[in-house]
């Protein structure tokens, strides 16, 4: 009966923007874009088990636009979509999947643009006992930060080389 309770109970859990989330939520991340043209999604992974795992992430991109990468213990180019890394009893490493807004030939996607993504988490010892989320990315405005300067006169906004 204990060896049951073991083999059932589940070796992850998972926070987004520092709450408790279930595995086959659906997140919508809607946002403008960063300076790098992408927009990124972060997740706590916990290992709720006492032994240290290697927990393997899985990345499927389902529209295939863009380009996407993940970072899971180091940073990896486009075209790899799995990742394993280790992580302590009971404690936790962040995950994050990062979708840039561009072209084959880097011009930046329309707005409006949206991709589609699926990220699979599981305890390599355990590969049957999988845990997936869906995360839509949402491109919203053009505004993309291009500096780090802004110019104000008399309490408005001024653009470069303005009289």
């Known amino acids: 009966m204990i060896f049951a309770a073991q083999l059932s109970a589940q070796s992850l859990a998972f926070k ?7 595995p086959g939520t659906t997140i919508n991340i809607v946002s403008d874009i960063n300076a790098s043209f992408e927009i990124q999604f972060d997740l706590d992974i916990i290992n709720t088990t006492d032994a240290d795992i290697n927990v393997v992430a899985q990345m499927e991109d389902l529209t295939n636009i863009g380009s996407t990468y993940l970072c899971w213990g180091s940073c990896y180019m486009p075209g790899t979509f799995e990742a394993t ?79």
């Open 16 to 22: 987004y923007e520092g709450e408790s989330v279930e």
């Open 85 to 163: 890394h280790p992580v302590a009893a009971g404690s936790e490493g962040v995950f994050n999947g990062h979708v840039m807004f561009v072209d084959a030939d880097w011009n930046t996607l329309p707005v409006g643009t949206e991709v589609k993504m699926v990220y699979t988490f599981f305890d390599e010892r355990t590969p049957e006992e999988t845990y997936s989320f869906n995360v839509n990315f949402k491109y919203q405005t053009e505004e993309v930060a291009t500096s780090a300067l802004a110019f104000k006169y008399e309490g408005e906004s001024v653009e470069p080389g303005t009289t």
